[in-house]
């Protein structure tokens, strides 16, 4: 488990990427086809997941792990299909995705292009067979993952190894393995960058909390040329001579000053390793004054660490649904915008632009409509998928 600090920072990176929805737009296809990528969109798992919210979690693993898999299954019904509309009914056309941690993803191969040739994935988990079962039993499957076919084996305690289930699996007609990768860089890594800097703090936080925490049990000390005998307690008095003295010996503080600062120096270089100097200590406990412009600034290089975070979640985002279309042999037109807009009040700028960027006369119906949908999705950003390829289908419509 991630240590406190880089939880915090990680979520307010998953939070403020993910605070404007991703756009989805679809270009082309039937009402039947766009019905399903609205339905897709609220969720994708099977499970009620949004899609945004299912790659909020992959990014968050991602930023863990350095990276997040993602598979893009279909489920599979007993019976052949004769075409589409008993495709559709069966419930065989509907796509799903699967998530699995980077532990999970135990073996793969690539290719000279760097393409998967073949990936297993291993999941175990405690199950219980009936209700009445007094002991709960650790089950393993492995799942195989070729180019055209899948394999499913499961081991449990009483069992040996078996083949459960095999087969072509979704993306079989497109030659590849149906297992996509959300990475981020090595410098974008942000728990392996933090990880030696948030054990350091920890171990160092938990010294200082327990030495304060002996320095309230103050040993006592008696000043005198007597030999001492007395015996000292809750319910004892001691008696002292007329030149004896009496006193508690405690820590004079020098070092445990010396360690919360470190502890403070600590902090804010996790911060600057994180790319989040504009959290770091406020002035009054630095000491150093900070200017309006010198946040900005500090701000501007985590807004560049966003967009680029932005980027890696679109293009996994965009490899998935263009893959699904291929599967499903839709004729539709998929991309995917957004998560590039951080500051609060950045609508009203951007509304300013659109209008300078309209009155220049630009004889050109395509650009209207594609500013009139950007506009529209960014302030509607948070309502149903259905609701967005409405309105998108509208200003298309529209003269």
């Not at 270089?269 to 100097?277: D, G």
């Amino acid at each position: 488990m991630p240590p406190a600090n880089s939880v915090s920072q990680i979520d307010w990176y998953a939070a403020t990427l993910m605070r404007r929805e991703a756009v989805l737009l679809f270009e082309g296809g039937d009402e039947a086809t766009r019905s399903f990528y609205d339905t897709f969109a609220e969720d994708c798992d099977l499970k009620g997941s949004s899609l945004a919210e299912f790659f909020r979690q992959r990014f968050v693993q991602a930023l863990v792990y350095g990276r997040s898999y993602i598979v893009v299954d279909f489920p599979r019904t007993p019976g052949p299909v004769n075409n589409r509309a008993e495709e559709d009914v069966s419930g065989r056309s509907r796509a799903y995705l699967a998530d699995y941690a980077p532990e999970e993803v135990i073996n793969w191969s690539y290719d000279d292009r760097g393409a998967l040739e073949w990936a297993v994935i291993r999941t175990s988990s405690l199950r219980k067979s009936m209700v009445t079962d007094h002991e709960w039993a650790r089950e393993t499957r492995w799942i195989y993952y070729d180019r055209q076919n899948f394999r499913v084996y499961r081991k449990t305690k009483e069992k040996e190894l078996v083949l459960v289930d095999e087969g072509l699996h979704g993306l079989a007609g497109q030659n590849r393995v149906p297992l996509f990768s959300l990475p981020v860089t090595e410098g974008l890594w942000l728990m392996n960058k933090a990880a030696l800097l948030q054990l350091e703090h920890f171990n160092k936080s938990n010294a200082l909390s327990w030495a304060l925490t002996m320095g309230l049990f103050a040993s006592p000390v008696i000043y005198s040329d007597r030999e001492w005998n007395q015996i000292v307690g809750e319910s004892y008095y001691i008696q002292l001579a007329p030149g004896d003295k009496f006193g508690w010996a405690e820590p004079e503080g020098k070092v445990y000053q010396i360690a919360a600062d470190n502890l403070v120096r600590l902090k804010d270089e996790i911060y600057r390793v994180c790319y989040l100097l504009s959290h770091a200590g406020s002035p009054e406990l630095t000491g150093t004054p900070q200017s309006g412009l010198s946040k900005q600034r500090d701000f501007s290089i985590t807004q560049e660490v966003l967009r680029a975070y932005g980027d890696a979640v679109k293009e996994t985002m965009k490899a998935v649904l263009r893959a699904i279309a291929a599967a499903r042999q839709d004729a539709i037109s998929i991309d995917v915008s957004g998560l590039d807009e951080f500051d609060i009040g950045d609508f009203s700028n951007e509304l300013d632009d659109a209008k300078k960027l309209l009155s220049l006369g630009i004889e050109s119906e395509t650009l209207k409509k594609q500013v009139f949908k950007k506009l529209a999705f960014k302030f509607l950003s948070d309502v149903r998928q259905e609701i967005k390829t409405q309105i998108a289908q509208e200003i298309d419509a529209s003269a």
